[in-house]
């Protein structure tokens, strides 16, 4: 066997590499631009370039000091340097041609080990590697260090999950995931524990022989109907939890705050019932200028509907949530509050929620004083998809009597004289009508 064969590799993975290092921008020096003296800008390449920048600029900036201080009435030079050193290792392209050259070296580690194998063989010595012993110990600890990985990951990244939902059912929730995650990381643990302690323990050695063992009644039940068991009561508790989430009495929508938001590229517009509670009619066909949302003003529940700047909701008070899009499809999420429903164009869908943490608890709850809710979208709706985030509030309910009448409502007085518009075009329609009718 030729030495060269041994360490051939493949023509593909060499271009591959090459491109990848052609197209990673940040394994080449970062373009840097230099701006000196009231704006005069001029692209520098380069690290060495870099460093002489650097220099260039201290000195000018020296003599621009000297300069201020011999003549009050001279401009002192601003000169200011803009880098962009990014980190190397920053980049993607750096990590996969990093992958690659790791398993190049492997490959070739492999290899050179194949030659000293094959040269002992050759010189009709003993095998000086016992490969069964090596992946054995390999495979310890791969589960030592993959073990580890999972609990660093717990324990850096838990709080994700079990920090406080804002919303009552966002507890139910919480309950369900912490008991899945509890089962699953038993059987986790368990099986890796297993598999990869088996390996070691029953790997391939001189005087050895493989038991046959091909099946076990007894076992194939139990590996069936335990996990079977399990999964059913999981979906079950799933099933009824997502029930009482979605499907409240009718009395719990009666009592329940009622607003309305409605997506459109690229905010949430807001409306609050009024006194009575309830939403007034709407209907796209009547969207003006003034009439963003196509509102019935002919419905008199619609007048005393309410313009929402920002969602404010009242603590412990069920709210809810009449979710509309005016054009594409987006989606009414509230991470905090465990909410997430899609907003269809044509078509409403509701979510009701009750907050049990005021916007000051949470802040206190996080240690951040500046925490706020967000209400986000959900679906990526267009170029502006990121400007759909809404400041959401929630106060105890003297703050929310106390806020809402505040607001402006909808049906103002430019809403009014629209309607007064239209009411005279149609009196001089129906008359010209009758009129022709009489003729």
Known sequence: MRFNTLFKIRNSIAVLAIALMAFSTPLAAQDTTAVISKGVTGPVKGVAAD??????????????????????????????????????????????????????????????????EITREIQGKKAGLNWNNIQGVILVLFLILGLYGTYWSYNTWGWVVTKDAASVHGARIDSMMLVTVAITTI????????????????????????????????????????????????????????RSITNPSQSDKDSALSLEVTGEQFKWNVRYAGDDNQLGLKNYKLTTPTNGLGIDFTDKKSWDDRLGPEIVLPVNKSVRVTINSKDVLHSFYMPDFKVQMNAVPGMATYFQFTPRFT????????????????????????????????????????????????????????????MQLKSASLSKETLRNNKLAIN
């Open 51 to 116: 460093n002489d920048l650097d220099a260039f600029a201290k000195g000018l900036a020296n003599i621009s000091a000297d300069a201020t201080t011999s003549d009050a009435a001279t401009d002192t030079t601003d000169v200011s340097v803009v880098a962009n050193h990014n980190a190397v290792y920053k980049s993607a392209g750096f990590y996969s041609i990093l992958f690659i050259l790791v398993c190049i070296f492997i490959a070739i580690t492999g290899k050179i080990l194949r030659v000293y």
């Open 359 to 418: 916007t000051e608890e949470m802040r206190e709850k996080s240690g951040n004083a500046k925490y706020d809710y967000v209400l986000l979208c959900a679906k990526i709706c267009g170029s502006g998809h990121y400007n759909m985030q809404y400041k959401v509030r929630v106060v105890s309910d003297k703050e929310y009597k106390e806020w809402i009448v505040k607001q402006p409502l909808f049906f103002n007085d430019d809403m009014k004289k629209e």
């Open 187 to 242: 059987v986790f643990v368990l099986t890796q524990f297993l598999l990869f302690w088996f390996s070691y323990k029953y790997r391939g050695r001189e005087n050895r022989k493989a038991y046959y063992y091909p099946h076990n009644n007894a076992i194939e039940r139990l590996w069936t109907i335990v996990p079977a068991f399990v999964l059913t009561a999981l979906v079950v508790f799933g099933f009824f939890t997502w």
